[in-house]
Every structure is written in C-alpha cells, then in structure tokens.
C-alpha cells in the first residue's frame, strides 16, 4: 500500500505505519500500535531503493506461489530452474520459505555455507548459471525450528534482496511459502518497485486445493501481480508397469508381496504388457480440476504434471529431471509447461534471443 503495511492488529481505516498520520489520526485512538507508528520513521522505505538498484541487472523475476503446502510448488520452483539454466539462461533460484527451506536439498546444496565478499553475499551455486539463495544456508542445524514473526522474516526478505550479489541474471525464480501472509505482501511489494513478471501458482485438482488457489488468484489481483499461469500437479498417479509392486491383501489385513509371480506372469502371458505405463486418478478431479478454475477466473491454464516417482526420486536427490531417461513420464509434461510459458509475451524474447 501507498503509505506502508497495515499491521494485523490496527484499527479499521488504519492510515499505514509510514504515512504522516501514523498514530495521530482518528482512527488510531486506541490502537495497540499508536504509540510504534507515532515515533517510526516515515516516508518511502530506504531498503526499497537498495533494492532497486541490486534488482536492476536482473531481466525476469517470477514468483512461485501455492495456496496449500505440499502440492510441489518447491519441486516445481528447482525444476524450471534447472530447465533455464540448461537453456543457457544465468538463474537465480530464490528460497523466502522461511520456516520451510527445502530448496537447498532440492537442488543438491545441503550443508553449504552462505560467503560474503566486498560485493554482498554471494549465492550458492549448483552450476556457472545456476545461483541459490536460501535460509537454509544459514542455519548450523538443518533439523532447527525458524520460529520468527512477521517482521522479522519480513527483514530478512528485504536483506536478500538488497545484499546478494547476483550479477547479470536472465531469470530470477522466487520460491514463497504456501499461502498468502507476510511473505507473500512483502516480496511481491519489494519486487514491484523493480518490475516483476508475474506469479506462476501451483494446484492439485481436488477441490480442497482449488479453494485454496481461488484466494492465492485473487491474492495477487489485489495486488496488482500478473498471473502467468496455473500449474495442476499431481494430475493421476503415472508409472511404468514394470517398476510396480503387487501385493495381495489377506482376509487379516495384512500384504503378502506378489510383485515377483505378478512378473515371471506377465513375462510369460503378455510381455508387451511390461512396456505400458499404469495412470489413475488420486485425487478427485470430477469438478474439471485447474482447468476449469483458470476459465472462471480468467487466468493462464500452464498445464498438467503427473505424479511421477522418479521425479519425487530426483527431488530428493537433488538432480534435474531432465538430464537423463528416467523422468520420462514427469519431464515431458514440465517441458511443454515451461515452453508455454516462454511463450509469455514478456519472456519471449529473451527466449528467443537466447535461441530457446
């Protein structure tokens, strides 16, 4: 907002902390924040034009948003980065989930330091072109609890924003939390004054999610950030015949492993059968999913990624699924979404000057 956040916990017709009346207007008789707003400084924040200046050798900033936890907004977030990068594109790979940093295991960088020089804090870097900022650089146990408040997490978005040295970025790829609380207000305001592409939001196709996504849409009308698009992961269970397990359940309850007769059957009776790939549904998408969301809403449908094991495999072990064969299922999917999304007229051209 024009004149500064609005805390929680103010009165309604709240002013903001930063404009010329903060604590002396009407509305602010009895706020529990009269006093701190009075007596804080006000104006324009200063860290916004840091900021502005760091931000201004990088061309693309795209935040990566959900409206749940646990839908692969961070799997997602490590994967387009390590397809720009494969691109030739500089990445950046910003992490601001503060209490929840995977990015670091993510992309392979668990129990790397942070290091300062002259210039700021340098990134941690996967490849030349593929840079990683994250709190869970920071901490010196990575089983530690990041119990902080607002302002605080708030503090540390604006630090690495003005203090890492990215250099000349194409892309700048923002990993958020789920949700839409301080984070979420905070980067995208940080990230306007410098121009921000937009935000690409992160589904699955059960209505327990879309609901969920519906308020992170409107989040970011609100706020005046372009949706580039809506990604539906997750979408039906797809797996090689072959890497499956068979199991028989006894009248007790419990599994007998028939994953080694199912095989030599199969082997025998019907061996183009081991070629295949079995996909069903898990999670109910009779509502018409992301799909049908996006033409509500009037946003950007990006497209479906199946819930793939050898993603979720290369996930954990800190690799691109595009670099080998064994994400065949998964890579494809993220491949076509990322292409369409290059295709995004304030992104096409870089792609093509980069001849993607």
């Not at 706020?31 to 201004?56: F, H, S, W, Y």
């Not at 690799?319 to 295709?343: M, T, V, Y």
Request: include cysteine; hydrophobic fraction near 40%; charged fraction near 20%.
């Amino acid at each position: 907002m024009e004149n500064g956040e609005v805390p929680e916990n103010a009165n309604d017709n709240c002013p903001g902390t930063r404009s010329e009346t903060a604590g002396k207007a009407e509305s602010c008789q009895g706020c529990p924040n009269q006093e701190a707003c009075a007596t804080a400084p006000k104006g324009p924040d200063p860290d916004l034009v840091a900021i502005a200046e760091r931000m201004a050798t990088v061309k693309h900033k795209i935040l990566v948003l959900s409206g749940k936890g646990g839908v692969g907004k961070s799997t997602f977030s490590a994967q387009l980065s390590f397809a720009l990068a494969s691109m030739d594109f500089q990445v950046g790979l910003l992490d601001i989930d503060i209490c929840g940093p995977s990015i670091p295991k993510m992309l392979g960088l668990e129990g790397q330091d942070i290091h300062q020089s002259n210039l700021g804090w340098s990134p941690v870097y996967v490849e030349s072109n593929l840079g990683v900022m994250s709190i869970g650089f920071m901490l010196t146990n990575p089983d530690d609890a990041v119990i902080w408040r607002g302002p605080r997490k708030n503090g540390l978005i604006k630090q690495f924003l003005k203090d890492v040295y990215w250099g000349e970025l194409d892309f700048l790829v923002v990993d958020a939390p789920p949700g839409t609380s301080d984070e979420h207000i905070s980067i995208a305001q940080c990230l306007q004054v410098c121009g921000i592409d937009g935000a690409i939001i992160i589904t699955t196709p059960q209505q327990v999610s879309l609901i969920d996504v519906r308020k992170e849409v409107s989040f970011c009308k609100k706020l005046g950030l372009p949706v580039l698009g809506v990604v539906e992961n997750m979408s039906g269970l797809c797996q090689r015949i072959a890497d499956l397990k068979f199991v028989k359940m006894t009248e007790t309850g419990e599994e007998r492993d028939m994953t080694q007769w199912a095989m030599e059957y199969l082997k025998e009776k019907a061996p183009e059968l081991l070629g295949l790939v079995a996909s069903t549904e898990v999670f109910d998408s009779s509502s018409g999913g992301a799909l049908r969301m996006c033409q509500e809403m009037g946003v950007p449908f990006l497209g479906k990624v199946p819930l793939d094991p050898q993603l979720c495999k290369a996930a954990e072990e800190g690799r691109s699924c595009f670099e080998d064969q064994k994400c065949g299922i998964s890579a494809p999917a993220l491949k076509r979404i990322i292409d369409k999304l290059l295709e995004n007229p304030g992104l096409s051209t870089l792609a093509i000057d980069n001849g993607a």
